[in-house]
C-alpha cells in the first residue's frame, strides 16, 4: 500500500514539472525581450505614420471612428488598438502617449514569444525556438518602433506569427482569426489566412469540409466585428474606400516587376 500511495504522489510532481519545463522558456523569452526594448525607451519622436495612428486613436477613444477623423490608407486595428491604449489613459490617468506606446511595448515582446512557439513548434526544439527569439532580438527596425509608436506593424508581426503557429497546430479557427487579424493591420497580409486556408483545403478529405468551415468562420470573425463597428458609426462607405477601393482605383504604383519586388530584399 505505502508503493502505491507513493506512486501517486510521484505523478503530479512530474506533471508539475513539465508544464514548467514548457512554461519557462515562452516566460524567459518575454522576460529578456522586455529588457532589450526597454533599452530604446518610449521617448522617440513620432513619425508621421504613428502621428497618424495615435491622433485616430484618441478620436476613436472619443467614438470617433477611423476614416471620419482623419483620411488613411491602412486597415484599421493599428487606430483601434491605439484608441484601447488612449481608454486606458484615461482611466489609469497616464499620458496618453506613453501608455499607447507601453501597450504596442508589451505587444512587441509578445510577438518575440510568437518567434519562440513558431521555431519551437516547427523544429520541435526549444533551443530553436529560444535561437530564433534571440534573432529576433536583433532587428532594430522592430525595436526602433516600439520606441516611437504606436505602429500598427507591430501587432501586425504578432498576429501574423501567431496564424503561422496556429496552422502548424491544425488549430484552424484560431489561425484564422489570428491571421484575419493581421490583415486588419496592413492589407498585404491577407497571405496569412489565404496560406492557411490553402493548407486546409489538403487536409484528408473526410475531414476537410469541417476543417475550411471553421478556417472561414476564423478569419471571418473580426471582419464582421469590424465591419459591424463602422456601420454602427455610419462609416462602412469609408471603410471600403479607404482600405480597399483607394488602392484598387486611386494608387499611383512604379512601373516595376514582381520579379523586382521579390529580388530587392536580397
Known sequence: MSVLFKEVDVQPKAENLTFIRRIFPPVLVFALAAFVYSQYGLYA???????????SGQKMAEGIPHYVSIFDVI?????????????ISKQLGWSDVYTTRLLFFVIGCFAVVSVYLLG???????????FAALT???????AQEIARGPYHKIPMV?????SLFLTTQRR?????LCGSLSFLLWQPTAIF??????????????RRPRVIVRMLAGIGLPLVAVGAYFYYHGAFRRLLDSSILSHI??????????????????
Open 158 to 162: 504578432l498576429f501574423g506569427l501567431l
Open 249 to 266: 482605383l486611386y494608387g499611383d504604383r512604379p512601373d516595376r516587376s514582381l520579379l523586382e519586388h521579390i529580388l530587392e530584399p536580397m
Open 120 to 130: 519551437n513548434s516547427l523544429f520541435r526544439s526549444q533551443r530553436v525556438g529560444v
Open 136 to 142: 529576433f532580438l536583433g532587428f532594430f527596425g522592430f
Open 75 to 87: 486597415t484599421p486595428l493599428g487606430p483601434m488598438l491605439a484608441g484601447l491604449g488612449v481608454m
Open 172 to 176: 484552424w479557427f484560431l489561425a484564422g
Open 45 to 55: 519622436d513620432l513619425g508621421t505614420t504613428n502621428g497618424i495612428i495615435l491622433y
Open 193 to 206: 489566412p489565404l496560406v492557411t486556408l490553402f493548407l486546409a483545403a489538403l487536409q484528408p478529405r473526410e
